[in-house]
């Protein structure tokens, strides 16, 4: 049995002007930085070895913030393999010291839906000018791509591909993964674990730096408990195997 975790970016500064952001590489607020943080606390006890984010800086802030306040405080580091030089001038030569790392492994096909020619534009003035159904069509559809941007199908074209390709290995051989990314990307992702349909995706809203918890057993996805309680221990069912890792942290402590 493997754990994934799934996250949404904390707040962005385009959140809070309520603009179309899609693409646009904008940072968290401090608002976001918070509930990044506060993330953190409630996955602080879960294993994590190897951690995807998008190629945006909201979902790689949101999940080195989260991983500060991890209890088994292994390193979170970015992994350049964009060119050779990137590869060999970040190269760690230790083995010690790789074990105590995370590998963070960035990809573009994490990135948020295109959003178009809506990206930078307010949503509110956008319902305003193009009718309230129009705009929820283009923001919660399936298949209807905003003007020259990406549908959610679009989206999952790339973005479940890549959760296939590069994402289910590492859970298959056992290891515990960590995925920050978008509200869309995000979406695409969990219709597919979820086996949503493109009706009930519609109503599937995910809310800022709210981690969701995943087991991924004998190749199926079973989500634990709910994402939304107030306190750590609340909000996720404890695997037995769950339980004896939080038992070691806490040993470790002693
Ligand atoms: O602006 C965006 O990129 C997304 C996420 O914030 O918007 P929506 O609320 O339509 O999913």
């Not at 976001?32 to 190629?55: L, W």
């Not at 597919?192 to 199926?220: A, C, N, R, W």
Request: hydrophobic share 35%; charged share 25%.
């Amino acid at each position: 049995e493997s754990s994934l975790i799934l996250i949404r970016h904390g707040e962005s500064m385009w959140n809070e002007k309520n603009l179309f952001t899609g693409c646009v590489d904008v940072p968290l607020t401090p608002k976001g930085v918070d509930e990044a943080i506060e993330a953190g606390k409630r996955i602080c006890n879960i294993p994590i070895d190897v951690i995807f984010t998008s190629a945006m800086i909201r979902s790689q802030m949101t999940a080195m913030l989260a991983m500060m306040q991890h209890r088994r405080k292994k390193v979170p580091i970015i992994t350049h393999k964009e060119s050779e030089q990137a590869q060999s001038w970040s190269k760690i030569y230790s083995e010690d010291t790789k074990e105590q790392s995370i590998p963070v492994i960035t990809a573009w096909q994490l990135n948020e839906r295109m959003y178009g020619e809506l990206q930078g534009l307010n949503k509110q003035e956008t319902a305003d000018r193009f009718g309230k159904e129009q705009v929820h069509e283009w923001r919660r559809s399936y298949d209807t791509p905003p003007p020259n941007g990406e549908s959610l199908e679009m989206c999952a074209d790339r973005a479940v591909s890549y959760f296939k390709d590069q994402v289910v290995p590492h859970l298959t051989a056992g290891k515990h993964v960590m995925v920050a990314a978008h509200a869309n990307s995000l979406r695409s992702i969990i219709m597919h674990l979820d086996k949503l349909t493109s009706q009930e995706v519609i109503s599937l809203e995910l809310s800022t730096g709210i981690p969701m918890l995943y087991i991924f057993k004998e190749g199926e996805f079973i989500r634990r408990g709910s994402p939304v309680g107030p306190s750590e221990a609340s909000v996720y069912a404890y695997t037995r195997n769950l339980a004896t890792y939080r038992d070691t942290l806490d040993s470790m402590v002693q």
